[in-house]
């Protein structure tokens, strides 16, 4: 093994910060940044209403079209979101998708996005049970709250390391 490749895996003290001094400038000065602070909120109220919608629904039988409206939105939102924040990761990070700082929570998005697009198929398709697809949705969404746990988790350590930076 050669000195350089040594030098290249060699650990470094502490964790890797999440962003680069320059990623946190271009992060920080980027229109996409305010679009995702402003679509991860409304996301967020779509799915609470949604999921109250889809198990009133599978509790009581009632309310069918609400829910299938509010599931339906919430994965246009979802998708936007998706779009959006690639658009912010090529910005910040250089890249569309799967940019180290963000590797685990872009991987666990797609999953989130395969399950609602599997509710979409479902409903559209016309051959799955109102039960299969608020089952269906259910799992999208649960899919979804770790996942957005996972954000917070990356925001809160951000704050963290801009705060030791400090």
Known sequence: MSATSTERYAPTPGPRPLYTPEE?????ATKWTLVQGILAP????VFAVSLVLVLRYLWTGAGYEAATISIVLKTGILYTIMITGAIWEKVVFGQYLFA????????FSFGVIALHTLYLYGLFAGTWSPDQLMWTALAAYAAYVVNAGQFLWKLR???LQAGATA
């Not at 409304?42 to 109220?45: A, T």
């Not at 180290?100 to 991987?107: G, L, M, R, S």
């Open 42 to 45: 409304l996301q967020f109220l």
């Open 100 to 107: 180290p700082a963000f590797f685990w929570e872009d991987v």
């Open 24 to 28: 946190r400038a271009r992060r920080d």
């Open 157 to 159: 350590m951000a704050r």
